[in-house]
């Protein structure tokens, strides 16, 4: 069982997260990929600040838990999640985000932001990277895990099941995928015209161990995170994540036109009002 | 292996490749040599380093993500596979995951040009046009097997992701006798002087050039004939020097002619302001070339060393 106060502290976090994200959502004039960024908040909160082993004070550690964006486009996410954790300083963010020169895109570089692990955003490509820096760990008989977090949708790639059939194959236990499976893609549910269901069936098909969970319930999060075996497992793991786009947001959830997008004065107002009740109703942190 | 050299002799650059990764992986614990089911090169390498040999089943994507992925920890991996697969599969993974991040990923292609003798599927005529487009990677075309060994071991130093395009890779004809040439990656090789004509070639064509030439020696006409291995970045002093030293200048390849080395040496003496008095370049035209080997296809296609010939006699006529 998850510790309540460890539940608690990264609630909180969350809380913050989604504060911000809107924030930045609201003040930046271009689109913002708002619907998935909700969706992995969570999640990210709970590896960021729970599940890996990263110091934002030596980035470079040898010993640091690898993490790749495969759905590279909730990369504001990762960046402010990386921000609560001393990464980065938030009103770089609000005041860069997008702009010329700035190491804050819309997907991330690791070239242009140093902290990022790999560059991405061309969806179904980032697990293969991650079989690479698995099979490097081995070798080197380094102790970290290689984590990598995909959108449901990217998962249509065909390259993507290459990848978990190499890491089935030579049963990288070291490696540990995340799915944000909120059923949508960009412009379908999963079902309307793609079915991705049996979903946990496919990846137990490759030989990776599942974890099933809630990714918006930090309980859940923090059991499954808890349940990844050790590195020495002969599978690699995936957690499923059942999650909602667009989560926190009354408007924005189970609704294809939040994709991505900007906020009005409005809709801010009512995403940040939403944000305090949702919190609220968790006992506020207390 | 011990290998008499003689020029024009065969060996396999294969082979070469596949003991020189040996040697390689002994010496640098990051190295690695991995493959999409085409690890015929690899057949003692992964013997003896069987935890730095990889063999993904036929995924060429996933392999170039893989690659990357042993790059962004420090370690060289050589990818072993067929050109169209590696070169045009894995084009997208090629560029996004290895070269917007300039890694320094080795692909060891075999099957240039119409080598490959099975078909269109299989044949190599586009490689280099779209491997020279990807912004850091750099682009070698070898057609001397022992010059497979000299490239792979200064790679080790090289940073960025290398390109190395071979013919078939079993029947390679020998051309410099082994430590007798330094091979530079942005250098071409005067295999043969002349002031009548150059032939700029790259891999096996080198040969049919050299034997164009010595046919032309009979007919009093001298051809300097220049080794461009090096296509990207590519010899811009040792071209606009042909250009104005020869005036008439061939490209020979076993490639579309329109988006090869002919495009980047007509690009060069065009940026330069420095023009041939006559160019000409012959390969494989638009078309899928379909079946034959790749000697008969050259003939077919009329870039083969008659037809070189004829051209540098036309030029200057």
Known sequence: ?286 | MKVTWNFGSFLSARSVAGDTIIELAKKYPNVWAITADQGGALKQYKKDFPERYIDVGIAEQNLAGIAAGLALEGNIPFIFGMIPFMTMRACEQNRTAICYQDLPVRFIGTGGGLTSGAGSTHNAMEDIGIMKSLVNMTVLSIGDPNMVRDIMLLSMTYPHPLYLRLAQGKQDRMLYEPGKYEFKIGMGLTARDGKDATIFAHGEMVFEALEAADTLVKDGIKVRVIDMYSIKPVDKDLVIKAVKETGNVLVLEDHLTDCGLASVIADVFADAGVYPKKFKRLGIPQVYAGFGSGEELRKKYGYDKTAAASAVKQMLE
């Open chain 1, 1 to 286: 069982m998850a510790d309540p106060k460890e539940v608690k502290r990264l609630q909180t976090l969350a809380y913050e997260m989604r504060k911000k994200l809107i924030t930045l959502c609201g003040h930046y004039e271009g689109i913002v990929h708002i619907g998935g960024d909700l969706s992995v908040t969570d999640l990210l909160i709970g590896l960021y600040h729970y599940g890996m082993k990263v110091d934002p004070k030596n980035i470079k550690a040898p010993t640091r838990d690898r993490f790749i964006l495969s759905k590279g486009h909730a990369a504001v996410s990762m960046y402010i999640a990386m921000t609560l954790r001393g990464y980065f300083d938030f009103d770089e963010i609000m005041r860069t985000y997008g702009r010329l020169g700035s190491a804050f895109g819309e997907h991330p570089c690791k070239i242009q932001l140093p902290g990022v692990e790999c560059s991405t955003g061309s969806l179904g490509q980032g697990l293969a990277i991650a079989v690479g820096l698995a099979f490097s760990a081995r070798v080197k008989k380094e102790t970290h895990r290689v984590f990598c977090m995909m959108g449901d949708g990217e998962t249509c790639e065909g390259e993507v099941w290459e990848a978990a059939n190499t890491a089935g194959s030579y049963k990288l236990g070291n490696l540990v995928g995340i799915v944000d499976r909120n059923k949508q893609l960009m412009t379908s549910f999963d079902g309307d015209y793609i079915n991705l269901e049996p979903y946990a069936d496919r990846w137990r098909a490759f030989n990776w161990n599942v974890i099933e969970l809630d990714g918006h319930d930090m309980n859940s999060i923090v059991d499954a995170i808890d349940k990844i075996p050790p590195i020495t497992n002969p599978k690699p793991t995936v957690l499923i994540a059942q999650t909602t786009k667009g989560r926190g947001v009354s408007y924005m959830e189970h609704q294809i036109n939040w994709h991505a997008g900007s906020l009005s004065k409005e809709d801010t107002e009512k995403a940040l009002a939403d944000i305090e009740a949702n919190y609220a109703k968790l006992g506020g942190g207390k």
